[in-house]
């Protein structure tokens, strides 16, 4: 069905405020995308004329776009292991009570010491985990991608961040009141299991960085690090397998417990050898079994 005086949606913008007599108010919060604009503003002047009581041509086009609307927005979420054995449903009711929001490159997202009053889901992008050793030195506990939970979040009165979680490149995420959350955890039991098996899985790899540093080289230390970070986080690039890290030298030292020193060295050695290559604040990994032996050989 076509609405009338809705020309403005199939061209992907934002209609004028006179195109549906007062309904559409504000056009600022409107996304960017064609599709999402074309869905955000079917939906709103649908709700809004159904609020209005204007006949069942409406309604109809209201259960239409619901069902649309639905699989536009769960679909991508339902890859995330977060989501893994949750309905569309649950997942649309879940995700319903958070706000999307966008933050820039090296845009610091909460500060070791803040008080815990949201919880962020990142839904792409990247995100650094820190904290300040007592001379000041910065150390990085861990990188977020896509599909996790930034830091960890403690749901109790008076808690404070014990970290500070700053965006390594433009990312969007999903945010939730802390209050709102933890009643969400209630309601969705195979939400919870899932928010438990990744604390469980991040304490994992936790525990194996931390014998890594207590017994391991440094050069086994890149090695593991950079093997986990491809696979986790890394970008396919050039068609050839190879995948790449968008982290600088000196924040891989600081994720590996070593120097900006020594790090450069290894990864020129390593680029010498064809392993991996090099820019500015990336490292592309070429050869994950050479990258191994190598490392088993430090």
Known sequence: ????????????????????????????????????????????????????????????????????????????????ALFADVSAADCASITSTAREKRYSRRQTIFSEGDAVQQVVLLLSGCVKITQLGLSGNEVILRLNGGGELVGAFRLCANCTHCSTAQAVQASVALVWEAATFEKLLERYPAFRRNIVRAL???????????????????????SSELIRLSKRLGRVVNGNGGREISLSRAELAQLTGTTLFTVSRLLCRWQTLGIVSIRREAVQVRDFAALTQLAQAE
């Open 1 to 80: 069905m076509a609405i009338q005086g809705t020309g403005a949606l199939s061209s992907g913008k934002a209609p004028a405020m006179s195109s549906f007599a007062g309904t559409v108010t504000n056009t600022a919060d409107a996304p960017s995308s064609p599709l999402k604009v074309g869905e955000h503003w079917v939906r709103k002047v649908i709700r809004s004329t159904a609020r209005n009581g204007r006949g069942p041509f409406f309604q109809e086009e209201l259960q239409l776009e619901t069902a649309t609307s639905l699989n536009l927005r769960t679909s991508p979420l339902q890859g995330f």
């Open 200 to 222: 469980e899985e991040r304490l994992q790899e936790m525990e194996q960085r931390f014998r890594e540093v207590s017994t391991e080289k440094v050069g086994s230390r890149l």
